[in-house]
Structures are given as structure tokens and as C-alpha cells.
């Protein structure tokens, strides 16, 4: 992959309040939920890759008028057991994260915190177990017009809209190619370097040691630095009612295709074929060199019939139909949405520090006494929970009485990964 496909994510746009953006909707006509249609295609080479697609989501119990759906991709490494993990659990730790009772506008407002706190819990349970296996996850959450996407390693999530403008929804983190997680990491206590053989010069990607890992940010991986952190980078955008198309798929796909590549080799095809011949290019271009997975997401207008065309090279009714199309001067990059109009960005946020990601609206509950734990959830007595702002040493410009408030647990994760404590020690198999 090349660099010029990460996004800058210091270059932020000016983010659209989601209340106002919501507001629009019940302003103008009823705009009704979008069709959710999507595919599937996959060839093992290590047997390490795992997909969630879970269409038929509820904000709220029963009640059908309250529908959401996700998807997921986890690409494992050194065994399969952190992709399971987090495929089984991920999704419940998240949803325990978002307070009951929330309007759909408060609950969307709450999700990209809620996706921190999930990514977080998963990684302790996993590393509770034991176990050395890792993974990479790009978790998409689709809410109406409403996507949201949460990853940590380098899957990919990327958006092609409304004139053929492809948007990528993710940040890769290899220490490759990511200047600002090489920094971050060093800074908390970890080293970056390349393999050395005999002696000789480094060879091969930018690694993390201890571990020889290429990744910055997964779930697992109980055996390197805590500095492989899992707090994701998290990106929320809405579309407009013209639809889009999401590909998400494992790293097999993105070292054999650019974003454009990819988005291009499927448009006017339905989303099971889509995904079969997105593969499918990827295994034409570089062969089966590690395991491919691609998830084909359409979200369709409503009102739009869905039809089974015949593939054209040229564009052709179904990709007019969803896509509309595509600009004569359109350019290769995929770092900047499309128009506005067609993508509006709620939120983005890429820090590795749980201070700056969790917020601080985790008052005492007067009615119990006690500060529940932002990440596991868990109910702590006034003196055992302890603020993320909170030092070895009381000072009233720390402000540790705001929230929000972790548990011992949460918090020596969160002092580890920051470099604070030395790492847990390495478990051996």
C-alpha cells in the first residue's frame, strides 16, 4: 500500500453537529431507512481470517423501528484465537458501553466513545486468557445513513459514493508507513526497527520490539509491548439518501489493490458478486500470497429497485442507480470525501490516549455511591475508582475528581499502554 492512501488525520475537516444533520431529515420529507444488501467472498491461505455480518441489529430490544447493522473483518495473526475473540465478543462489549434509553441521535452521538470502550474491553478479557494470537479489526456500524467505522491494524474500510469518488474510512497502522504511530510508540517504550540477519543491515517492514510486530494497534498479541495498543481510530460519516457502497476487506485485498483499484473492479455488479470479484482481482494481480477477505456493503436508496445487470466494462444501470456517475476528472487519490452533499464527516479520532477519547461526562451515581468503569463497566466504590486525569500525585490541576473513572484494572491497561508501568510479562505457549 502505498502512503499517499492514509489519510492526514491532524487535516481534519470541521465536523457537522449530528443533531443538525438529523434535523435536516425531520425538517424536509420523511427520508426512509436505506436497503441494506451485501456479499461475501474469501480464499484461505493460513486460515486466519473471520468476517461478522449482523444486518438485523436493535438500539433497542423488540423494537423493530430501531434497526442497525454491522460488519466486521478480523485478520489474525500467530494463531487464530484473538480473531474469535473478538469476533464472538466485540459487538456486546461495545453495546454495554452506550447507556440505555438514548434517542437514536443521542445513541449515535455515544458510539464512537462506546467503540473505544468496546475495543479496550475486549483486549483485556483476551490477554486475561493467556494467550499470544492477535488480530487486526475494521468494525462498521451502519445506522440508517449514518456509518461508522472503528479498526485497528491494516484492514481496510473504504467508501465509494455518488460520482465515483472513493473515501477511505480507515487509517492504516503499520509502523511501515505511519510516522505518528512510530513516534507513539518509541515515546511509551517500545523499539522500531527492521529485522537484522547475521549482522547484516535490516531487512524486511518496520517492526515493533519486542515482539517483531508490523502492526502498532490490534487486539491481543499478549506477547509483545503494551504499546501494541487496541484503542481504535474511529470515523463517523453520513451519507447522503443517494446511497453508497462500502468494501471491507483484510490486508490479501489492499497489498494487491489500491482503494480505487478495488472499487472500481466491482462497480454495476450486485454485492455478493461484487465481493467474489474483488477477490478475485486481488488473486489475478499478486496471487494467493496471505489470507483474503472482502465484505461488499451497498446501501440503497429505498425507493430504488435492485437489480441483477449483466457486468458492462461501461456504466450501467444498477451502479447509475446507486453511484450515479462518475466524474471525467475525477483523480486517483482516496484521502479527501466525496463532494459535500453526498458525505458529510460527523467525527473522527485517531488518539491512542483513553483521556482523549472516553470524554468526561461519567458522573457519580447518587443513587448507588459508587462511579461505574468506562471501559469494563463495572460498578467501583468512591475510592477505588480512579479518574483518567488523576496522577501518582494530587494536584488540583489534574481535575481527578471529573470523570471518566476506571477501575485497577482498566487503569494499569491504560497506564501501560502509555508507558507509564512496564508492560505484563511475556507469556510463553
Not at 511509551?188 to 517483531?212: D, F, K, M, Q, T
Request: hydrophobic fraction near 35%; charge should be neutral.
Amino acid at each position: 500500500m502505498s502512503l499517499i492512501e492514509l489519510p492526514e488525520m491532524k487535516q481534519k475537516q470541521h465536523p457537522v453537529p449530528l443533531g443538525t444533520l438529523i434535523g435536516r431529515e425531520l425538517r424536509n420529507e420523511k427520508v426512509e431507512n436505506p436497503t441494506i444488501k451485501y456479499g461475501q467472498a474469501a480464499l484461505a491461505k493460513k486460515g486466519e481470517d473471520y468476517f461478522l455480518t449482523q444486518p438485523d441489529c436493535q438500539r433497542i430490544t423488540g423494537n423493530l423501528s430501531s434497526p442497525f447493522s454491522v460488519f466486521g473483518i478480523f485478520d489474525g495473526h500467530n494463531g487464530i484465537s484473538a480473531a474469535i475473540f473478538a469476533k464472538e465478543n466485540l459487538l456486546n462489549n461495545v453495546l454495554s458501553a452506550i447507556p440505555q434509553s438514548l434517542s437514536r441521535e443521542e445513541w449515535l452521538q455515544a458510539l464512537p466513545r462506546a467503540l473505544v470502550a468496546g475495543f479496550v474491553k475486549t483486549d483485556i478479557e483476551f490477554q486475561q486468557r493467556g494467550e499470544t494470537s492477535g488480530t487486526t479489526v475494521t468494525f462498521v456500524v451502519i445506522d440508517g445513513w449514518t456509518v461508522t467505522v472503528a479498526s485497528v491494524g491494516d484492514s481496510r474500510c473504504i467508501l465509494d459514493t455518488q460520482g465515483g469518488v472513493v473515501s477511505l474510512l480507515t487509517v492504516d497502522h503499520r509502523l511501515e508507513e505511519n510516522v505518528e504511530e512510530r513516534e507513539r510508540v518509541t515515546a511509551s517504550g517500545g523499539e522500531v526497527g527492521r529485522l537484522n540477519v547475521y549482522g547484516g543491515s535490516g531487512v524486511g517492514p518496520l517492526r515493533c520490539w519486542p515482539g517483531g510486530l508490523c502492526l502498532s494497534r490490534s487486539i491481543g498479541d499478549t506477547d509483545v509491548g503494551e504499546f501494541i495498543v487496541p484503542v481504535p481510530h474511529v470515523k463517523q460519516v453520513k451519507l447522503s439518501n443517494a446511497g453508497g457502497r462500502l468494501i471491507i476487506a483484510s490486508d490479501g485485498i489492499w497489498d494487491a489493490l489500491s482503494s480505487d483499484a478495488a472499487a472500481q473492479s466491482c462497480r454495476g455488479l450486485p454485492a455478493d458478486l461484487a465481493a467474489k470479484l474483488v477477490v478475485k482481482e486481488a488473486l489475478r494481480s499478486r496471487g494467493l500470497k496471505d489470507d483474503t477477505t472482502c465484505l461488499v456493503v451497498d446501501i440503497i436508496p429505498y425507493d430504488h429497485p435492485v437489480v441483477l445487470p449483466t457486468p458492462k466494462k461501461k456504466q450501467n444501470l444498477l451502479s447509475s442507480l446507486i453511484f450515479g456517475k462518475r466524474s471525467q476528472n475525477s483523480t486517483k487519490g482516496t484521502n479527501k470525501l466525496s463532494a459535500v452533499g453526498v458525505v458529510e464527516e460527523l467525527f473522527e479520532e485517531g488518539s491512542a490516549m483513553l483521556a482523549e477519547r472516553l470524554g468526561k461526562d461519567f458522573p457519580l451515581d447518587s443513587s448507588s455511591g459508587l462511579f461505574r468503569c468506562a471501559i469494563c463497566q463495572v460498578d467501583q466504590p468512591p475510592g477505588e475508582g480512579l479518574s483518567v486525569n488523576s496522577g501518582p500525585f494530587f494536584s488540583p490541576a489534574s481535575k481527578p475528581w471529573e470523570g471518566p473513572f476506571l477501575c485497577a484494572t482498566c487503569r494499569r491497561k491504560k497506564d501501560a499502554m502509555e508507558g507509564k508501568i512496564s508492560s505484563i510479562p511475556a507469556v510463553t505457549a
